[in-house]
């Protein structure tokens, strides 16, 4: 029988107000192992915490019941308190009286009714409570970030600042994600690629960061402080090591017709190629896909103008295994596919393009090489109508139901730089509501109005109609004068709602991380932890976890590696003890637990054993790894002789707590 | 058969294959036959027997049998073979111990189904495959084994042995228009009051004997909940209406997704509870809403319980579909 | 001795009823069986040689509450919560069930008296009916029992068209008189004419010749030690349906339910074929099912004779052997034991 | 404290909230002030998944009249998988016991996330509604455990 102490807070009036707390402790004072019961103003405070602690050692306290706010508020801190008095922290139980209890009921009757029934639960449960200690498990000094976009690379570089080697796995040939086909920031319009490409070769220069370029995360084991991941390197038939990066490979190829994916398929590149040219790793890449002789053994030009040999056409797929601490995920996002959107016609006509298409027809690296010409014909648009929201805050089913953030002030800089640089151009802007906080955004956009006499209209773009003489009938309605709009364009802009790159979904399984419905990634705490995952070890960094724009991400990014770096700093992780147990005289080894556990924490083992009837047996039973266990009790519930219980949530707990509110 | 299988089995024990075989024993009136180990030549010539009375799954004795020193020869008809590659899977059988001789069946003769016709006093009953010939204190009488046949084997869902070393006789097939869930459907048509009505009349003459858990195949824990005073679960008698129930509905729920669905809780029970009527709703609940699912039948497929699509359905389809109102 | 024609049954049946609860055994449809019910109008007396349950349930119930305890904050109440027991009659037990209570009686009425069992009993009229048709899983007759001459309060035949009823105690003479309006005097001629009709039949039983001799005490030892207990246990379950359905075994388990608002203490039947049947600290005594198997034959045949002068605790009704799921049972230890010895 | 007589039947309802989404809605349902009626008592699990439906049983024995549980959305779990077990196994008891002719309303699933306050509440009116009206639990009642 344990010796429970009762505390009833008050919260000020948060509590006391509509609970009768003196009752409460009153009537707990009957329960049995209650020895001691008693309310207090803030039992949260130091002076509460006070309380508990003198009180557990003047009664000889071994429960706790905390009557207070939730257990996600304060549990923590009641069980440092009654740890700092001598008894097990997992000793303590709180009985949620004031979200679930004070304040949502007015009557006091009820409210206090069913506040001492909390409190009963409470101390029925710690009744059978256990101290439980955790286990400790070492830190493996390296974290892995996945994907080397813009966020990725500023968590590489933060992380390996703090002096922690760092990986950076990049499903592309090279690092540098989105921001790489950026013309111009807002609301600076500095130069993206003079602000992202330094940053790129720090990357590379950086002893402390490895790269891996042209490769995909296959397989994630393992836990917080202790994951081992398969990386496979996709065979680029090309020596890394080797190759120079000078580039007479890719202007020797004989494959001319391969779609540019680096400017959005609107010009070509050979089978053979290096993204841009200031990629990281500066190396060439040879498309399988296009490469005549990987596809029937024909050519072989590449390898006769390399000078270093650095082409491998038999190279393979390797798969590199490495132990990791922390992983970091910086999937990013793409914009999406406008298949569904026909009314703007999109795939009928050339001139309607999407926003980071038009940010390739603006760069001076760029098919056009940065001069504004029509796709279709190659002669200058005079009407250009940009469309807000395609896709973004949809509800119809067709897009996304949320705001892709981003759109309004990219929108603003492409049309204030149309009309800066051309300004024989009409420029239009149809939108829904024109979102613009942040640090000079406002006054960047009211420059493109103000300054550069942009035509920002309040409406939707109902309809886009290719012509025969080549120009674009947009059809809209202006919704400040009611009025319907016929505009006659030579270039239509969509701002494409963006999503999280597609692999996210199934690294998140491999992660066990959690998902939201739109697949970007959740957060431990929308508030207060936003750069975590849920899963222990997990990080996030960049839209990955949902839309930003290039300021907000790097801040997240480092954020997260400074997240990475408080746990690489730690020598031992402490492990949540509230794991599953297997009682191995009652297991009969049926390995249904096994097929549930999320986390591949259950294991078998034939063990000998002294039977009831005095024989000796091996028996064939589980047991599960703590460190792994993340205690959910999936695997409590498949066991059918309920060999296998959860600590901190036991059967018998349960139960007890069943048994006291039903009473 | 009977002569066949008991000259593998002599052929066996003398090769030293086997250590013992596990069969069917004869009892005082044919009818009553008990599982039996046999361990010699004599010992199988005297009381070795295999007809059509030959009723009980001897598959969940292999769970001791296979521990012992050497391997046990065990003669296993074809539903036994579900239950027996069931237990397989759940690692309950150590099968490098067993050599299984798979056995045809078309039906087992039941004494209580023949009872039922209204003889009394039956002091011999033997099979030729077409009509049971049955002997009483009262006079004799002969009926089709059609007749003479408990719901089950009406019912079989297949005459394919899905596990074995060796096969005597001829292999079946799965009996695919089997009507074993009419009776379930005819439940399920009945309004909840008269459900409960028909469950209360069942589950109410319950004398917790556990005679259906000892038997079941898929009850082979190592210790049971009702048994394990700190499960929560633990009870001794039907106590209260309420313990009735939460015994049938747990026993059923643990099996759910592993009864293959072999009828012996039906058989033994002494109350004449039709138990499996539990067991198969769970059965047409897993079928009709996470696909086709034989228990013991694929080695490698999941348990329904212990897999998942993202697509599954809402426990709230309970409130639709569920029976009439 | 009194007769009625069968077609008053039901008339007796009301007025019994109309002072007191009466039970008799009714078809039951959804099992198929015979059980005792509680008689009212339109209740009919089954045709069945047998209920499926047996009689002790009466005196000896599954379950029964002994005591509750009342928690009021740190202090225990004890609450007695034994009443006075009803009076019943219990119409048609036949003679193997009227002996079990004999042996019930020897367990539970001796000293120290189990006032639960004593209370149902002293309140309880038992009225038997003679067999005409019995089973072949019938031996009543292996333990001196004579089915066509069964005992209780009061005997009763029923023989062509008509009950005949005799009172053998005085509570039987009481109950008889309470309904003697219903009821003429008779000869026994009817009766005898039946009892010699159905030895006929008993000769025939297969069970008949069961032999006892081996089974007395100063074998004890030999039988204890016998080989054949391990095979013949080997199939054997675990289960209770053998304890459950027979009339005499009487072991029970004591247990403390707690209901939320205090403590139940009941006591349920047990099983010695249970592998917690008698645990104690150490474990379960008997360690393995052979010995379980061992024990409960070995008491009903050996030990229970032995201290109550020479009675089996068996009456040969027959239930084990028709309800065990691996139709093991006392006849076939009887005889396997028996040609060991 | 005053005692207040009422004969009006109030239902016994528990409701079992994973740790991380239904609990933390459930605290918002408090922190935004949503009212909804005392008769439901929350425990505390780490994941829906945790609820054996012998707990369920235990409940409806002890005098509950209705019991409802509550996780993640599927998809959301913080364990990833564990709502999706939760989904089958209740399925199946609910309909098991619909089978024996309980009353299916009086247990339920809803998935309600950390964000979901409002619906918190609601889905608790509506639950407490359903089973009010459905008066006392008898079907699956102990009456050693009625008796007070």
């Known amino acids: 029988m344990q010796k429970i102490g009762v505390f009833v807070c008050h919260c000020g009036t948060n509590i006391a107000a509509t609970v009768d707390v003196k009752a409460v402790a009153e009537a707990l004072k009957g329960e049995p192992g209650v020895v001691f019961s008693t309310d207090y103003q803030y039992m949260c405070s130091e002076a509460g915490q006070n309380l508990i602690k003198n009180s557990i050692k003047e009664y000889g306290l071994t429960g706790v019941v905390v009557c207070s706010c939730s257990p996600r508020m304060h549990e923590q801190t009641f069980r440092k308190a009654a740890q700092s008095a001598g008894i097990n922290p997992y000793m303590v139980e709180i009985a949620n009286i004031r979200e679930q209890c004070s304040w949502i009921h007015k009557d006091i009757w009820s409210a206090t009714e069913k506040a001492i029934i909390l409190g009963k639960a409470a101390v029925a449960k710690v009744q059978l409570n256990a101290p439980l200690t955790a286990g400790e498990s070492p830190v493996v000094k390296r974290a892995l970030v996945i994907g080397g976009g813009i966020a990725g690379i500023q968590t590489a570089l933060d992380i390996a600042e703090a002096g922690f080697e760092v990986d950076i796995v990049e499903k592309q040939p090279t690092i540098g994600g989105k921001m790489t086909q950026i013309d111009k920031t807002f609301p600076t319009l500095d130069c993206a690629a003079c602000i992202l490409t330094p940053k790129m070769v720090d990357c590379a220069q950086n002893e402390k960061i490895k790269i891996y370029s042209y490769s995909e995360v296959a397989d994630v084991k393992g836990f917080v402080g202790n994951f081992t991941v398969k990386i496979k390197k996709k065979a680029r038939y090309v020596d890394e090591d080797k190759c120079t990066g000078c580039g007479i490979c890719t202007e020797k190829c004989p494959v001319k017709n391969v779609p540019n994916e680096f400017n959005m398929g609107m010009d070509n590149r050979r089978a053979i190629y290096i993204p841009f040219a200031q990629a990281v790793p500066k190396v060439a890449t040879i498309d399988a896909n296009y490469c005549n002789m990987l596809k029937n053994g024909k050519c072989g030009v590449c390898s006769k103008f390399c000078t270093v040999g650095a082409i491998d056409y038999k190279q393979q797929d390797t798969i590199v295994e490495e132990k990791y601490g922390a992983i970091v995920v910086a999937t990013g996002f793409n914009p999406i596919k406008l298949d569904d959107f026909d009314e703007f016609a999109y795939s009928q006509s050339k001139d309607v393009i999407t926003s980071l298409e038009f940010e390739r027809l603006t760069n001076a690296a760029g098919p056009t090489s940065g001069t504004l010409l029509r796709p279709s014909d190659g002669k200058h648009p005079h009407t250009i109508v940009f469309v807000q929201c395609v896709g973004s805050r949809d509800t119809s089913g067709c897009g996304k139901t949320y705001c892709s953030k981003i759109c309004c002030m990219y929108t603003a800089k492409h049309a204030m730089l149309t009309r800066e640089k051309y300004p024989d151009t009409d420029v239009y802007v149809f939108y829904i509501d024109v979102r613009t906080p942040g640090k000079n955004f406002d006054e960047f956009y009211r420059r493109a109005v103000e300054e550069y006499g942009v035509h920002y209209i309040k409406g939707m773009v109902g309809k886009v109609v290719p012509r025969s003489d080549g120009t674009l009938m947009v059809q809209a309605s202006d919704l400040l004068s009611n009025e319907q709009l016929h505009i006659n364009a030579d270039l239509v802009v969509l701002a494409a709602a963006i999503e999280p790159d597609k692999s996210a979904r199934s690294l998140a399984t491999m992660l066990t991380a959690s998902m939201d419905t739109n697949d970007f990634f959740t957060e431990a705490h929308p508030k207060l932890r936003p750069v975590e995952s849920p899963t222990a070890g997990i990080f996030l960094s960049g839209v990955c976890q949902g839309p930003k724009d290039i300021p907000e991400t790097v801040s997240q990014a480092s954020a997260a590696a400074a997240k990475v770096i408080g746990l690489l700093a730690k020598d031992k992780l402490t492990c949540n003890p509230c794991v599953a147990q297997a009682n191995e005289l009652m297991c009969n080894g049926c390995s249904s637990c096994e097929k549930v556990c999320p986390y591949g924490a259950i294991t078998y083992s034939d063990k000998e054993f002294r039977m009831p009837d005095r024989t000796t047996a091996i028996r064939r039973v589980a047991s599960v790894n703590e460190a792994v266990c993340q205690g959910c009790g999936a695997c409590t519930v498949a066991c059918p002789s309920g060999a296998m219980d959860l600590k901190g949530f036991s059967n018998s707990q349960i139960m007890a707590e069943v048994d006291a509110i039903c009473k | ?325 | 001795m009194f007769t009625l024609p069968v077609s008053k049954l039901n008339d007796l049946f009301a007025a019994v009823a109309s002072t007191r609860k009466l039970y008799l055994p009714v078809d039951d449809e959804a099992s198929g069986h015979a059980e005792y019910k509680v008689w009212h109008e339109g209740v009919t007396l089954s045709n069945a040689l047998n209920t499926a349950r047996s009689a002790k349930d009466f005196f000896f119930p599954q379950t029964e509450n002994l005591v509750d305890f009342k928690m009021e904050g740190k202090t225990i109440e004890v609450i007695d919560t034994r009443t006075e027991s009803e009076d019943f009659v219990v119409f048609g037990v036949r003679a193997c069930d009227a002996r079990s209570f004999d042996i019930l009686d020897r367990v539970f009425l001796a000293e120290p008296v189990d006032s639960y069992y004593k209370n149902r009993r002293e309140h309880g009229v038992i009225v038997t009916l003679a067999c005409t048709r019995p089973e072949e899983t019938c031996f009543c007759t292996v333990f001196g029992i004579d089915p066509t001459n069964p005992a209780g309060d009061v005997s009763g035949w029923i023989a062509g068209e008509n009950l005949y009823l005799s009172a053998n105690t005085e509570k039987g003479e009481a109950f008889l008189s309470s309904v003697s309006k219903l009821l003429a005097e008779s000869d026994d001629e009817a009766v005898k004419a039946q009892q010699a009709e159905v030895k006929e039949i008993l000769k025939k039983l297969p069970l008949g010749s069961l032999d006892l001799t081996p089974f007395k005490p100063e074998n004890l030892l030999k039988l204890f030690d016998s080989k054949r207990w391990k095979d013949l246990s080997e199939a054997c379950l675990g289960c209770g349906s053998c304890t459950f359905v027979c009339p005499t075994c009487q072991c029970y388990d004591i247990r403390d339910f707690d209901t939320g608002h205090g403590i139940k203490r009941y006591r349920c039947w047990d099983s010695c074929m249970y592998s917690d049947f008698t645990r104690m600290a150490h474990g379960n005594p008997r360690l393995t099912q052979v010995e379980r198997f061992r024990q409960r034959f070995m008491h009903k045949l050996v030990y229970y004779p032995s201290n109550n002068e020479g009675i089996y605790s068996c009456v040969g009704c027959g239930r084990c052997l028709a309800k065990c799921p691996i139709s093991m049972n006392i006849a076939k230890v009887i005889k396997a034991l028996g040609e060991e010895a | 404290m005053q005692v207040k007589e009422t004969n009006e039947f109030k239902p016994k309802i528990v409701a079992f909230c994973c740790n991380w989404c239904s609990y933390a809605g459930a605290d918002l349902a408090g922190t935004n002030r949503l009212q909804y009626p005392a008769d439901v008592k929350i425990i505390r699990v780490p994941c829906s998944c945790r609820v054996n439906p012998m707990f369920i049983l235990r409940a409806f024995q002890r005098g509950a009249d209705g019991v409802i549980l509550c996780g993640c959305h599927p998809g959301d779990c913080h364990y990833t998988t564990g709502n999706y077990y939760t989904r089958r196994r209740m399925t199946l008891l609910f309909s098991m016991l619909d089978y024996l002719g309980i009353e299916k309303e009086r247990t339920r699933v809803e998935w309600v996330s950390a964000a979901e306050g409002a619906k918190f509440a609601a889905t608790m009116n509506d639950f407490v509604a359903t089973v009010t009206k459905l008066g006392e639990n008898k079907r699956l009642e102990d009456l050693r455990c009625k008796a007070k």
Not at chain 2, 81 to 99: A, C, D
Not at chain 2, 154 to 179: F, R, T
Not at chain 2, 309 to 325: A, H, L
């Open chain 2, 1 to 325: 058969m009977q002569s066949e299988m008991i000259k593998r089995a002599k052929e066996l024990l003398a090769s030293g294959e086997v250590a013992r075989v596990v069969g069917w024993k004869a009892g005082e009136f044919d009818y009553d036959i008990t599982p039996g180990v046999f361990t010699t030549a004599e010992e199988l010539d005297s009381a070795f027997l295999y007809n059509d009375l030959c009723e009980a799954n001897l598959s969940k004795y292999m769970i001791a049998q296979s521990r012992k020193e050497g391997k046990t020869l065990v003669f296993l008809k074809p539903c036994d073979t579900y239950s027996f590659s069931q237990l397989l899977k759940e690692h309950r059988i150590l099968r490098e111990n067993v050599y299984v001789i798979g056995v045809p069946c078309d039906g087992k003769v039941d004494v209580d189904t023949v009872k039922a016709t209204g003889l009394t006093g039956i002091c011999s009953m033997t099979s030729d495959g077409e009509t049971v010939t049955v002997k009483t204190l009262y006079g004799d009488s002969t009926m089709s084994k059609a007749d003479a046949m408990s719901e089950r084997c009406i019912n079989c869902k297949s005459k394919k042995h899905v596990v074995y070393d060796e096969l005597l006789g001829e292999e079946g097939d799965v009996v695919a228009d089997n009507h074993r869930f009419d009776m379930v459907e005819k439940i399920e048509a009945m309004t909840p009051d008269e459900r409960f009505e028909f469950w209360r009349n069942e589950l109410s003459r319950c004398i917790r004997c556990n005679a259906c858990r000892n038997v079941c195949p898929a009850c082979s824990c190592e210790k049971c909940v009702f048994d394990n005073e700190q499960s929560g679960a633990f009870n001794k008698g039907a106590s209260d209406s309420f313990e009735e129930n939460m015994f049938h509905i747990i026993r059923a729920f643990h099996v759910a997704g592993r009864c293959t669905d072999c009828g012996e809780c039906s058989r033994v029970c002494p109350q004449n509870i039709p138990l499996h009527l539990l067991n198969r709703k769970f059965i047409k609940d897993i079928n009709e809403l996470y696909g086709e699912y034989q228990a013991g039948e694929n080695a490698d497929e999941r348990a329904p319980l212990n897999t998942f699509t993202t697509e599954d359905v809402e426990p709230s389809i309970v409130y639709e579909r569920g029976g009439k109102q």
